[in-house]
């Protein structure tokens, strides 16, 4: 078995939760509020800023070029991903980009972008590829998962779409070998730590569509 298999195996019961969780049914029947996609949305543009940035000290961490070269390139295509979200979503909210970023990342938005960067910056490459698996692979499964079922609403299909294309399968293909040919050189207890980060982040994952869902804001 891969590490990353085993990685997958170790997630089961949060991707169940995650696939289960309203947001996400309500994507492909309907039933999600539009102001909470719009939330999320939002939030997403902002964690994407933060997202590049980590994937670009991934890249400046990497130990080879390919590895350099994969991780400048994803993180360039992250922030062309959320420019473009100002040019759909946003604009069919009429949102201009001084709104959304004006908008104060929700907690569980800054709890998330916060880990990422703090495992980037401060702790070995192999751990932090760990801990940046969840965002690409997680998004991929349920993107393929919805889109069997497809959305009546067009701007989540929009959305369900880009998560389930090609572009971003190989995207995600790309990245899984650099997990398991690290994995090749590692000890037991270093696997351990890149598990730990890998459920702790796949948690977020789940805790970021409970944001959306419930808007949630700071409590003070
Ligand atoms: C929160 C979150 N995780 C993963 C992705 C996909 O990169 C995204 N756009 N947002």
Sequence with gaps: MNFTDSLWLSIEAIYSKILA?????????GSL????FRFYAIQDALYLQDFARGLAILGAKADSDDDFLMFC????????????????FFKAWQ?????????PPAPNCLLYT?????????????????AFLPCYWIYWQVGKELVQKGSVNPLYQQWIDTYASDEFEAVVKA????MDNLALGLTQPQKEAVKHHFIITSKMEYLFWDMGYHQQEWEV
């Excluded at 969780?21 to 029947?29: C, E, M, R, S």
């Excluded at 390139?73 to 759909?88: F, G, K, P, Q, T």
């Excluded at 201009?96 to 908008?103: A, G, K």
């Excluded at 990245?175 to 650099?178: A, G, R």
Aim: hydrophobic letters at 40%; charged letters at 15%; glycine letters at 6%.
């Design 33 to 36: 509020d539009e102001s909470a």
């Design 114 to 130: 916060s880990y990422l960067l703090r495992v980037a910056l401060g702790l070995p490459y192999y751990e932090a590829v760990g």
């Design 175 to 178: 990245v899984l070998p650099v």
């Design 95 to 103: 949102l201009t980009s001084e709104q959304v970023y004006n908008t």
């Design 73 to 88: 390139d994803h993180a360039s295509n992250a922030i062309l991903v959320e420019r473009s979200m100002h040019d759909s």
């Design 21 to 29: 969780h309203p947001f996400v049914q309500g994507l492909t029947d």
